[in-house]
């Protein structure tokens, strides 16, 4: 594929103006040895690159590298500082969000992949795939409403495997490597009438922002209203109540939601709980 060449190179290159050091004989002779290695010697880009050549061409456990991908991300910034792999000019460059979303109410739980461009060309193909080629997203975008478009998958019964990923946007391909969210549940409804919704925030990889915790009302057909109102959470997990109820409030989710950045994509995890207006008795 394509965009697995370029990764190629772009080792190479990388590797080119490396030094080796002992730490390159540190590491078995496995599949992301040379990411290990790379990142050893303080080489998070290189590292990377290694990484999703690696994921790209095998499935491999996530316990085998989620630890390398969390070190790289807190090495450059929240993945600020990672180069993205697609060379294209200032015109044709694009801001790019990825949302994982888990999204749970009192009857079903789904999941949903979401992809937001800032001011794309109307008609322009969208494509999220797996490494073997699977398709998870597709679409084409309509004209901008609000300077972005939004587009997403069906509502899914699972996210997909953690592992290599290639963003397709019109003819540019951004390759992403894609973890499931951290620590489990992150939302969570308990028996106790004094608070009945538990919040248990992710712990973030370091130099990324805190997770973000928020309150929306919904209309009966789910039409937002107003703005998200932020959360705070205490010691024992317990979240601020949210302001008054409007009068056309039929719903009210709360959100917890954490990013990283990579190559130019923000990536986002997020989870929402939703439940008729009225459920919590605060």
């Given at each position: 594929?394509?965009?697995?060449?370029?990764?190629?190179?772009?080792?190479?290159?990388?590797?080119?103006?490396?030094?080796?050091?002992?730490?390159?004989?540190?590491?078995?002779?496995?599949?992301l040895a040379?990411?290990?290695?790379?990142?050893?010697?303080?080489?998070?880009?290189?590292?990377?690159?290694?990484?999703?050549?690696?994921?790209?061409?095998?499935?491999?456990?996530?316990?085998?590298?989620?630890?390398?991908?969390?070190?790289?991300?807190e090495?450059?910034?929240?993945?600020?500082?990672?180069?993205?792999?697609?060379?294209?000019?200032?015109?044709?460059?694009?801001?790019?969000?990825?949302?994982?979303?888990?999204?749970?109410?009192?009857?079903?739980?789904?999941?949903?992949?979401?992809?937001?461009?800032?001011?794309?060309?109307?008609?322009?193909?969208?494509?999220?795939?797996?490494?073997?080629?699977?398709?998870?997203?597709?679409?084409?975008?309509?004209?901008?409403q609000?300077?972005?478009?939004?587009?997403?998958?069906?509502?899914?019964?699972?996210?997909?495997?953690?592992?290599y990923?290639?963003?397709?946007?019109?003819?540019?391909?951004?390759?992403?490597?894609?973890?499931?969210?951290?620590?489990?549940?992150?939302?969570?409804l308990?028996?106790?009438?004094?608070?009945?919704?538990?919040?248990y925030?992710?712990?973030?990889?370091?130099?990324?922002?805190?997770?973000?915790?928020?309150?929306?009302?919904?209309?009966?057909?789910?039409?937002?209203?107003g703005w998200p109102?932020?959360?705070?959470?205490?010691?024992?997990?317990?979240?601020?109540?949210?302001?008054?109820?409007?009068?056309n409030?039929?719903?009210?989710?709360?959100?917890?939601?954490?990013?990283?950045?990579?190559?130019?994509?923000?990536?986002?995890?997020?989870?929402?709980?939703?439940v008729p207006?009225?459920?919590?008795?605060?």
């Amino acid at each position: 594929m394509p965009s697995k060449l370029l990764i190629h190179l772009l080792a190479a290159f990388i590797a080119a103006l490396s030094t080796n050091s002992p730490a390159d004989n540190w590491f078995a002779e496995t599949p992301l040895a040379s990411a290990y290695s790379a990142l050893a010697n303080n080489n998070p880009e290189l590292a990377w690159q290694e990484m999703q050549l690696a994921l790209a061409e095998q499935e491999i456990n996530p316990a085998h590298w989620s630890a390398v991908k969390n070190a790289i991300i807190e090495k450059t910034q929240c993945g600020r500082l990672l180069s993205s792999s697609v060379h294209t000019d200032n015109k044709n460059r694009y801001r790019i969000k990825l949302s994982l979303q888990q999204k749970t109410n009192l009857v079903q739980q789904s999941f949903q992949l979401k992809v937001a461009i800032e001011n794309p060309p109307q008609g322009t193909r969208v494509e999220l795939t797996d490494r073997r080629g699977k398709v998870w997203l597709s679409g084409i975008t309509a004209a901008p409403q609000d300077d972005y478009i939004e587009v997403e998958s069906n509502e899914l019964l699972n996210l997909p495997k953690p592992g290599y990923f290639e963003l397709h946007i019109a003819d540019l391909i951004y390759p992403l490597v894609l973890s499931r969210n951290k620590e489990g549940n992150w939302l969570e409804l308990i028996n106790d009438t004094q608070s009945p919704l538990a919040v248990y925030l992710p712990t973030p990889s370091s130099g990324c922002a805190p997770a973000k915790v928020t309150w929306q009302w919904f209309t009966q057909n789910f039409q937002i209203i107003g703005w998200p109102q932020p959360v705070s959470v205490n010691g024992q997990n317990q979240p601020q109540p949210p302001g008054p109820q409007p009068e056309n409030a039929k719903w009210l989710s709360t959100t917890v939601s954490t990013y990283e950045y990579q190559g130019g994509v923000k990536v986002e995890y997020l989870q929402r709980l939703t439940v008729p207006a009225g459920y919590y008795q605060f």
